[in-house]
């Protein structure tokens, strides 16, 4: 169901953490086509990372995660996405890790998974920029609005 009561042909899942997720098709009455989950993206801009593998400098918007260890978002699902981000200076990254979505993914379900670029993750020193959350809020905007 949207927001406004009507309901949608084509569901989108939102669901953070993992456990509304798993149950998410009993709440939701259906099986979503797609899933958007929101999680960090452990970057590797870092002076200690070697730069060839989930480089998503901290500062520079927001991260479509396209690959990760859990799951692949098909190109024309990611191609898409950065069309809807253009103007709100997407990245495409790859990453290792997973995220939530992918529960979805044996069901056939897209697993389309979104996040921000962080450093030094799971470390007293954490790193993040708060543009990047504030790209992240701007494209679930658009997501939620156009695609």
Do not use: C
Not at 62 to 71: F, Q
């Amino acid at each position: 169901m949207r927001v406004d009561g009507a309901m949608d042909p084509h569901p989108k899942g939102w669901a953070r953490p993992s456990t509304t997720l798993q149950r998410a098709p009993y709440v939701l009455g259906t099986t979503p086509r797609r899933v958007h989950v929101i999680d960090t993206f452990v970057s590797a801009d870092s002076p200690l990372e070697l730069p060839n593998f989930a480089v998503a400098p901290i500062g520079q918007g927001a991260v479509a995660r396209a690959l990760d260890n859990s799951s692949i978002t098909p190109p024309a699902y990611v191609d898409s996405l950065v069309q809807v981000a253009r103007a709100r200076k997407l990245q495409v990254g790859t990453t290792n890790g997973g995220n939530d979505g992918s529960v979805f993914t044996p069901y056939g379900v897209v697993d389309v998974a979104m996040g921000w670029p962080l450093r030094y993750s799971r470390s007293p020193a954490e790193v993040v920029d708060l543009r990047d959350v504030v790209s992240l809020a701007d494209m679930i905007q658009a997501v939620a609005e156009t695609w």
